[in-house]
Nanobody
Framework: QVQLVESGGGSVQAGGSLRLSCAASGSTGSIEFMAWFRQAPGKEREGVAAISPRTRSTYYAGSVKGRFTISQDRAKNTLSLQMNSLKPEDTAMYYC???????????????????WGQGTQVTVSS
């Protein structure tokens, strides 16, 4: 089992930056993919960014590419999301998720992940 705890959310003005963190504990050696998702009120959860700890490959949604950076600190079992040039449309609850199966079709698909954190709120004002 893997447990995930997110932190770092908050309120910021448009154009600002935030850094989210996700602390993983438990059977972290079995993790094959880690990702950030977000869900705005009235909208479906969407994949934001993902990373393969094995290959270090990263994946980004088009809406955040060039503004967000996903990274993983293996020694600390921590996943991070650096968010720059934030926009009001980035406002959402952000969730950390992991997958413990190597083969994957879409690293940004919610259905690929089975372990989730509780979420951290990000609010961007105009």
């Amino acid at each position: 089992q893997v447990q995930l705890v997110e932190s770092g959310g908050g309120s910021v003005q448009a154009g600002g930056s935030l850094r989210l963190s996700c602390a993983a504990s438990g059977s972290t050696g079995s993790i094959e993919f880690m990702a950030w998702f977000r869900q705005a009120p009235g909208k479906e959860r969407e994949g934001v960014a993902a990373i393969s700890p094995r290959t270090r490959s990263t994946y980004y949604a088009g809406s955040v590419k060039g503004r967000f950076t996903i990274s993983q600190d293996r020694a600390k079992n921590t996943l991070s999301l650096q968010m720059n040039s934030l926009k009001p449309e980035d406002t959402a609850m952000y969730y950390c998720a992991v997958r413990r199966v190597l083969l994957i079709r879409d690293p940004l698909s919610e259905s690929e992940y089975n372990t989730w954190g509780q979420g951290t709120q990000v609010t961007v004002s105009s």
